[in-house]
Structures are given as structure tokens and as C-alpha cells.
């Protein structure tokens, strides 16, 4: 986003002579300029500055504590037993306003301000608290997710199984009925860099209900699942009903949430994904957040065909072309088959910049993108035809030459640089600041490191300050990054953590009661300029387990109106001091309560 220029100088004659309307015109011209670019979605310095001054402003003396927001009390009825499993932005209620080409309805679509809920969540009939982990690893209670498609379709492939008031996962797959243990050992012997560190970042495309992320979690290995809102009905609430960590997705005409270079791997096990088909764009997106050097795994339809055919319904020779132009896909996107055997295939895709120079001809497809398409825009942009080239000036941030896990959490990667401000000495003085700041929050909220919590979201991260402090911890942490603030996603991913770009304007994507934990330090002193506390708050409760907690630090001037938000959203809160007993600063300890729906409940 670039800033217009003013008015040649040699005008100021003529401009002298204009009649004071024009002037008018002028001005509200140049203020409706200064305000489009508040709200423009594209990242850039302004709108860093911008930010700040606004969190200067809460900070300052006008708005202190003596002269906090109010607002009159609240109180929001309970949405209908129907929503228990409402995900605004992936609502299959609205899908039929959309195409299904290239199932462009599984996509985010949000509702316009005029349809959105003010209501609360209602959890199922039955709701218990998760199961804690790891033997949530193993069930979880029918109840909290009370699907039974699933179960009838894939039990017979080891998915789970219903036992009593219970799901059983025992840890199968449509291509591992044997178990995701032996399926992942084999895959271990094929990619040696699994074993040792080098491999730290996977992420799963149509994961099932995450059993093989599940089962990498003891082997080092942090898993993001994926999967849309389909007919599986719950793949990524089964994984997070699970302490898996997970997030509702579909690569279809947009861009994953994920900067470029992201993974170290990526699986697909039977995932359904056409990923010859449309010139292979679904392709060129998983090598787009590959890192250079990771890998690619494939099982399943048309690996192993010639011992597989007959169970896919296809002939032979149909299988063998479609391996034919897989192959001839990949190596035109500089991907190399690493390892085979069985029914996994591997590549790896190659950090050799003179493979991508060759990419360059006008006759080529696909071609290297161009510099115009920012590589790590990731919210709503479209889909690229072309291949993402490695950034020459990145000498170690491949796969093989970033320090192996756990070294890599705190060292300094290359592209902090890219940040504005960005530097080693500024990571090492966010770890340490967060290194006090969890010993303080585990005083005032002591469940912080036992098993009553897993699933952890900071809401607005900067580097990953919080997940690298409770790295020892039993739980894993979603590292949430705004749209609209500087992009340290990839330092984040770089140091061996996982996360998301995402707009708190708008509805995570996510099912509801999915998080013990929700964390944000100062978003709404940066975002209450664009997004309203109330429906943040609201969303907050939407995905927040029962007995669940969140942790909100906050500036001083908010917090008495974010207490009587979540007073009306039944939730118990106190206030507590930051780590450094400031004023300006005060941190809000809340816990949402368990409450059923009530029998005379009918709010839409």
C-alpha cells in the first residue's frame, strides 16, 4: 500500500485561486484515503503506526483507569439446540448461496453484520468435560460429539468405534487398518529426518479424525490437521475433542491461512484431493507452505496401484496414467521422489534455485510466480497457477539447514529480519519477558501446566512467546496472527511452532468447545478501531470449552467493560495484576460454566 503524492508544487499558484468547497473536497478525499487504508487488507507500515498510536492512546493518561469504558450491563439468551455445532463462517445452512465448483462452498463465507448471532452456544444433551489428556488420545465421550455417520462409515476402517458412552479411536485409517503406529514407523524408515529433529512441522490434508498426527506428537513431530466442514461431518472437532491440534480448512480457490515455507511436511493418506486437476493448483499450494527441502507424502490412490486397482473401482491402465501425470506434475513444480515403498510414496522439494531458473521461460506451466504476488498473503487471496520460488537471500531456512528441533525454538530464524524491528536480540527479549509472564499466569490460574488444559489459542501473538514458555507443558498452542498486523507468522513456523493468520472481525475457524484456553495480550487496544468487543467476546464463548478460561490482558480503560460482557455470557471473572503490578495494565482471569439448554429455548 503506497501513499499518494501530494500536489505538485508548482500548482500552489492556481491552487489559491480554488473557492473554498473544492478545498472541502479535497480534504474528505485525503481523510477518506487515510481511513480506506486502516481498513485495506494489505500488511504495510502505516498500518503498524496506526496500531500503535492506538495503543498509545488507550495507554495515555485520558484513558486510565479512572476513566475506563463503561457500558450497561448485558445479558444474551441461548441460541437454539440446533447451533450446538454453529461455525459461523462455514455454516453448511448457507452453503447453497454458493458455487460448488471446485467446492468453493466449503470455503469461508462469513455472514454480514445484520445476520450475525448474539446469542450463546448451547452445548449437547449430555455434555461432559473432555476427557484429559493423553487417554483423551484414545476416547472421548459421545455426548460432545454426537455423530453417528462416521461411526457406521468408518468403523469397519478402524476410524473409532462406539463403545457405551464413549468413541474409541483405535488409531486406524482408510490406509492403515493394520494401525497409524506401523504406518507411521514405515514412513520413519523412508524419511530418516522424522528421528532426529529435522523434521519438527507437518501439517495433514483430510486428516480423518487425526490419528496420524496424534501418533507423530510422541515422536517429536507437531501436527496441524486439516479438513473442511464436510460429510464426515466432525474430522476437526473429533481431533480437537481429542487434544490434537486442528483446524477447518479446504484448499479450493483460496489460499491455506499459512504463510509460505511453513511445514517441513506434508501427508495426504487417501485425503480425496484432486491434485491433478485445474492445471494442479491444489499442488502448487501444498509446495507453496512447504519449505524448501521438506517432504511430500502420498498414500493411497494412485500409489501402489498395481496392487490396489481393483479395490478403487478403476482399471490398471487408468491408475498408471494418473501416476504418470502426477509424477510429471511434481517434477515440474521441482519436486524429486525421494523414497517409495509399499503404499507411500515420498518426495522432497528441491531448495535448488537453478531448478526454479528454469522455470522462467514464457512457454513454461507452471511458471515462477512473479515478484507482484506476495508469497506469504494468505487471507482470502486467490489461488496462484505458478510455482513459489525459494527466496535466494534465505541460506538456512530449508529443511536440513535450520537447527533441528529443539534447538530451532530459540534460535533466531533469517526471516525475523523481515519484520519491522525484527531481530535476534528482540526474540531473545520476547522469551524472557514471556518466561515471566507464564511463571505469573500459572499463580493466578495454577490449572495452567497439569492436564485440566490442552487445547490453547493465543489470540494475537507476535513470535510465540507464550507457546515457547509452556513448551514443556502437556498442551499444544495455536499461535493466532492478526490480517492486519505485521506478519511474524513465519518466524513463528520457523521456530518450530503452528498457527494462523486470522481476522478477530471475524469467526475462527473452528467448531464450538474446542479450547481450554484463550490468551490475548492488547487486542482490543490494537483491534477495537475495526472489530466490536461484543461479538470478539461472543466468539470467544462460541469456542471456549465449558469450565474452560480465558486470560485477557488488557489496557485498564477496557477492562470494566469486558468484565460486564462476559458477566452476561455467564461467565465468572476476577481481576488480577500483571507481573508488574502496573495500573495502565490489569489482566482479567475468566472461566466459562457449564449450562445446558434450556427446554423452552428457541432464539435463532
Known sequence: MKQKDEKNQSQSDRALKIIPVTLLVFALCGLSFYLGGIFCSEKSLLEGKIVQELSKAVSSPEYSAENALQIKSVTFSECSIDYQDYTPCTDPRRWKKYGYHRLTFLERHCPPLYERKECLVPPPAGYKPPIRWPKSRKECWYRNVPYDWINKQKSNQNWLKKKGEKFLFPGGGTMFPKGVGAYVNLMQDLIPEMRDGTVRTAIDTGCGVASWGGDLLDRGILTLSLAPRDNHEAQVQFALERGIPAILGVISTQRLPFPSSSFDMAHCSRCLIPWTEFG??????????????????????????????????????????????????????????YATQDDIAVWQKSSDIGCYEKLTGPDVYPATCDDSIEQDAAWYTPLRPCVTSPRQKLKRSSVGSLPKWPQRLNIAPERISDVPGGSGNALKRDDSSWKVRAQHYKKILPAIGTDKIRNVMDMNTVYGGLAAALIDDPLWVMNVVSSYSANTLPVVFDRGLVGTYHDWCEAFSTYPRTYDLLHLDGLFAAESHRCHMKYVLLEMDRILRPEGHALIRESSYFMDAIETIAKGMRWNCHKEDTENSGEKEKILVCQKTLWYASSTNSTR
Open 280 to 337: 494442479g493448483i491444489y499442488l502448487l499450494e501444498v509446495h507453496r507452505i512447504l519449505r524448501p527441502g521438506g517432504f511430500w507424502v502420498l498414500s493411497g490412490p494412485p500409489i501402489n496401484y498395481e496392487h490396489r486397482y481393483q479395490g478403487w473401482n478403476t482399471t490398471i491402465e487408468e491408475q498408471r496414467a494418473a501416476l504418470e501425470k502426477l509424477q510429471d506434475l511434481l517434477t515440474s513444480m521441482c519436486f524429486t521422489v
